[in-house]
């Protein structure tokens, strides 16, 4: 038991990294609520936790290597109890944002890379590939219960015991992390501040611009920022595309500096040659799309089902349970399976499950939810998620020596809460412009609507399309003046909008999982030795024979 002692201190952790922000997805309308914010609000704060993490999770594996991991665990972990306890006092939106957004979010830069080098340092061999292993299941099984955690917490208590709870447990961990091995730190290594700044603003460019794209349009300006009464959309064009080819040179740069770092014999941020080893770039963009793919649809589905199905959190965090369940079962199975098939075969079969499930979601997305085919989608969904899970954490690490897996662990962190951020973003972003045009448009088109409201109803629209139930739409209309046949005409045709927009929107992320087959190319096509056939101090990235099934 001692022996493991370390792994159960690890996967502790990374649950609660990983819990978090499916509480808050789950949550998401009560937490509005109470901090007098809307949908749009959260979707920002939710989209800025993981840019935080996405932005700094170089940075963090850096300060791994130069304080040692285990002082960069425990600095992480009180950074981070920190941030939970801000979270659970919020007053608002701004402190929710501080707190969880960006305290919570510097905390887990500095635990997440931690956690896969410290499982790398305290375990060999076969020992290495079930601490893994175990990792992987945790992940999945956090995923899995954060839904019902959140729902069950939120409606017969408030949310945000849920980050008391985090605080407490990360002072749990700290005062257990004393008996974690690890390597001495080089205090001597130099971390290049620009290439930080780079990083950081880059992906900050991109993804803020991705996230304003609902309200200032993608291209043509729609509601562009007005600065001393003057719109900011140089030459006609949406200061969205201006952010996001200035954040793409940014990160440009970025890469060059790490290329110039190398050549001059000085640590990177990021080690460039890293991307030359195949099955690491197809490991990395399979987390990125899984992630984009996850975090898509725990925006959205909580959305559909809470403002437009009325249901509160803990019936959402049971309608999602099937995808909960199926992740668990799969999981397991991937990971059992591991010594069968090939990775590559494996996460193939966890992308085209995951398609499959969405169709089945999109089907089930109706006025008035369909129930069994919705509850088969996310079992489905769950599966594939579950599957591309046992797979792609142990391809990452064993694709490169074990002096980058610290780096790699950082690398992993970075492209899973990108995808996590961009599939917020994106999503919700496309979802929002889409409710806006589709709502238009049935207005326009509705001949019980006088020209005078529909008039008053798109100039309204100009300031954006606010998430709200057919039974507040209705109520807006008759507060304004309007007769109950306007205000019911009008409801219905946003509640058709909604789900129109809601159903494109999803297409989205099935259209970008058939894609990422693509992707997926370069994992390992041989089975994986057997723990039982590898030598202690074995390379858990050796390979048997290749995959014929």
């Known amino acids: 038991m001692k022996r493991w002692f370390v792994i159960v201190i690890l996967a502790v952790s990374q649950f609660v990294m990983v819990l978090d922000s499916t509480v808050m997805n789950v949550s998401i309308s009560q937490v509005a609520h109470d901090l007098d914010t809307t949908i749009t609000g959260m979707q920002a704060a939710i989209t800025f936790y993981t840019l935080t993490m996405a932005a700094f999770m170089l940075t963090g594996g850096k300060l791994g290597d130069k304080w040692g991991r285990s002082r960069a665990f425990k600095i992480g972990s009180v950074i981070y109890g920190i941030g939970s306890l801000l ?22 830069v500095l635990v997440i890379p931690a956690i896969a080098a410290l499982a790398a340092i305290n375990y060999s061999g076969k020992a290495r590939v079930a601490a893994f292993s175990i990792l992987g299941a945790v992940t999945g099984l956090a995923a899995a219960a954060g839904p019902l955690i959140g ?49 950081a603003a880059g992906m900050a460019l991109v993804v803020f611009g991705v996230l304003q794209s609902k309200t200032w349009g993608w291209f043509v300006p729609l509601n562009p920022p007005v600065v001393n009464g003057v719109e900011i959309a140089p030459l006609g064009v949406s200061p969205v595309t201006y952010l996001i080819l200035i954040g793409i040179v940014v990160l440009w740069w970025f890469v060059q500096r790490q290329r110039k770092l190398e050549e001059r014999g000085r640590m990177p941020l990021l080690k460039v040659g890293l991307f030359r080893i195949a099955a690491l770039r197809s490991g990395l963009s399979g987390f990125l799309v899984q992630y984009f793919a996850i975090a898509a649809l725990f925006f959205v589905i909580p959305v559909y089902l809470q403002t437009m199905q009325g249901f509160d959190a803990l019936e959402t965090g049971l309608k999602i349970l099937p995808l909960s369940a ?14 069968r098939r090939s990775a590559r075969r494996i996460a193939q079969l966890g992308q085209i499950t995951m398609a499959v499930g969405l169709l089945f979601v999109l089907v089930a997305i109706q006025p008035e939810l369909a129930g069994w085919p919705f509850a088969i989608g996310m079992f489905i969904v769950g599966a594939g998620f579950g599957l591309l899970a046992s797979q792609l954490g142990n391809v990452n690490m064993s694709a490169v020596e074990k002096k980058d897996t610290s780096e790699v662990g950082g690398l992993q962190g970075t492209f899973q809460n990108l995808g996590s951020s961009f599939g917020t973003a994106v999503v919700g972003s496309v979802f929002i412009l889409l409710l806006a045009s589709g709502f238009t448009a049935a207005v326009a088109e509705n001949a019980t609507i006088d020209d005078a409201t529909r008039q008053q109803v798109n100039t309204s629209l100009e300031q954006g399309v606010p998430i709200i139930s057919q039974d507040q739409a209705e109520q807006i209309v008759l507060e304004a003046g309007g007769s109950q046949e306007v205000a019911t005409a009008i409801a219905s045709d946003y509640a058709t909008s909604q789900v129109a927009a809601l159903k494109q929107a999803i297409f989205i992320v099935f259209a970008l999982m058939v894609l990422s087959l693509l992707l997926s190319r370069n994992l390992p096509a041989e089975i994986a030795a057997r723990p039982d056939e590898l030598e202690e101090d074995a390379d858990p990235g050796l390979a048997r024979k290749p995959d014929r099934a």
């Open 326 to 339: 199926g992740l668990i079962i799969f999981s397991v199975l991937g990971s059992w399976l591991t010594s």
């Open 87 to 108: 979270t659970a006092l919020s007053p608002n939106l701004t402190m929710l944002l501080f707190g969880w957004s960006l305290v919570e979010g510097l905390g887990a």
């Open 151 to 199: 729902g069950l917490v939120t409606t017969y208590a408030s949310w945000r015991y849920v980050f008391v709870a985090e605080t407490v447990i990360m002072i749990a961990v700290l005062i257990f992390s004393g008996r974690i091995k690890d390597v001495p730190g080089n205090p001597g290594l130099k971390i290049d501040v620009l290439s930080v700044i780079l990083s």
